[in-house]
């Protein structure tokens, strides 16, 4: 059984382990986390390039309010760390000059 202090959850079980997609690789996530969390996890942190400087950008704020965590979900533009892993589902990462990334 789960206990709640206020500060912390205790006893819970870990979600079930899933594979979403990025940029045609396979990532093993939990089913419900962030994508930025999963994201991270695996090592990943470049998720699109600047369109003024060029440079890679990435999970920043973890919030939402500084859109750099910006990638293609399944064909949607969408925010990484504010979407839950679902199993399967695609992620690219973002060239705001060209569009989402293609390694084929």
């Not at 594979?19 to 093993?28: F, N, T």
């Not at 892993?85 to 990334?101: C, F, N, S």
């Amino acid at each position: 059984m789960a206990s709640d202090d206020g500060m912390h959850v205790h006893g819970l079980r870990a979600a079930p382990c899933v594979e979403l997609i990025y940029d045609g690789r396979p990532v093993s996530a939990r089913d419900g986390e962030s994508v930025a969390a999963a994201l991270f996890a695996a090592g990943i942190r470049r998720l699109r390039t600047s369109p003024r400087a060029h440079g890679a950008r990435g999970m920043f704020c973890l919030m939402g309010s500084c859109q750099e965590c910006l990638v293609m979900v399944d064909g949607r533009r969408a925010l990484a760390c504010q979407t839950p892993v679902r199993a399967q589902m695609r992620v690219e990462t973002v060239d705001l000059d060209k569009g989402p990334a293609r390694h084929e």
